[in-house]
């Protein structure tokens, strides 16, 4: 497969991403809240009963792995990689190295890990990975982000994405507008917009070839900590306006990350924005928490129960492919006993 089929099927009508790449810190942090201990062992047992799931075939185009389950071998003798495309879905890598604090900056950050990486490719294609993932973090405050760190983080996501094109694999190009603050949903839809338009400009720069990227965008939403309410339908309405003003029509699918939005909140807001999609667009999800969150509460409860884990997560998977297409409800949401 070319960049360019690899692109088109990551992000094809009735599926999207699951975003299983937490570094081990950030693991160490998920499996200490539900009281699991974080050992190599419980990491690969948890992943692995989400990548044998029935849903893998049919609504979980693609898997985002971190550098330790690329390099796994399953309970079944096979690598992570290989279980992963038998049960035909494709695997991906993070590739950043973090987010770092931006010298010079006032407590931004910037991602890091360009050095080295061309080499890193080349082995993570051996491995088995078809595309990977970059994420850029930029923060909202009355001073933030700066040009600075819009600058910066856009230049390191161009020079990312040439790079893994050249290795021949898919790159996703995340800048992520984090969520935390006080700021309203019009804020957000600037600063995103600004954010947006200056990843393009370097994207262009560094002649990566659109066609075989995929966007991994925030949804346009108020901050957490502010008190403005807002329905999925305005939710749906900025965020489409903002990417279709934003983005390069030459782009095949953008695969919104959740960034703390709960689980049904994500799968409707998605609904809402398919709903209302008149563009060339194909919107799907890759999601880590708002699709792994009730699966890993009932992994931690019931750790030998593999079918319950795996129906858990079924239906989370089930009810975003639902929302890929429109066809997600609070019926359809309901219909779940597990
Ligand atoms: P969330 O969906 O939990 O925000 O994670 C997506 C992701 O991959 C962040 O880089």
């Given at each position: 497969m070319d960049i360019f089929e690899i692109a088109k099927k990551m992000v094809v009508k009735g599926k999207g991403i699951l975003a299983?790449?937490?570094?081990t810190g950030t693991m160490e942090k998920r499996l200490k809240s539900v009281n699991v201990e974080c050992t190599e062992e419980n990491r690969l047992n948890f992943r692995e009963t989400l990548f044998s799931?029935?849903?893998?075939?049919?609504?979980?185009s693609g898997v985002i792995l971190f550098d330790e389950t690329l390099r796994q071998t399953s309970s079944s003798g096979i690598t992570i990689p290989e279980l992963i495309q038998k049960n035909g879905s494709i695997p991906g890598i993070k590739v950043d190295k973090g987010a770092k604090l931006l010298a010079g900056s006032d407590n931004e950050k910037v991602t890091e890990g360009l050095d080295g990486l061309r080499e890193r490719m080349e082995e993570y294609y051996k491995l088995g990975a078809r595309f990977a993932k970059w994420r850029a973090v930029y923060s909202i405050s009355?001073?933030?982000?700066?040009e600075q760190c819009i600058k910066t983080n856009a230049h390191a996501l161009a020079r990312y994405a040439a790079i893994v094109q050249n290795a021949k694999m898919v790159p996703i190009v995340e800048p992520e507008v984090l969520m935390?603050?006080?700021?309203?949903i019009d804020k957000c839809y600037d600063i995103t917009s600004k954010v947006l338009d200056e990843c393009y400009k370097e994207l262009a720069l560094h002649n990566?070839?659109?066609?075989?990227t995929v966007l991994k965008p925030n949804m346009i939403l108020p901050g957490s900590d502010c008190k403005q309410k807002v329905t999925s339908e305005e939710i749906a309405k900025k965020t489409l306006d903002c990417l279709k003003k934003n983005?390069?029509?030459?782009?095949?699918g953008i695969a919104f990350l959740?960034?703390?939005?709960g689980e049904i909140e994500a799968t409707k807001n998605l609904n809402e924005i398919n709903k209302i999609n008149d563009t060339s667009f194909h919107f799907t999800f890759s999601y880590g928490r708002a699709l792994q969150q009730s699966a890993l509460k009932t992994w931690a409860k019931s750790m030998k129960d593999t079918i319950k884990v795996q129906k858990t997560f079924d239906h989370r998977a089930k009810m975003n492919s639902a929302s890929t297409e429109a066809k997600w409800n609070e019926k359809l949401e309901q219909s779940f006993t597990a």
């Open positions: 299983a790449d937490e570094s799931s029935n849903s893998m075939k049919t609504s979980i009355s001073k933030h982000p700066s935390d603050g006080n700021h309203n990566v070839n659109l066609k075989g983005v390069p029509s030459e782009v095949p959740s960034g703390g939005q």
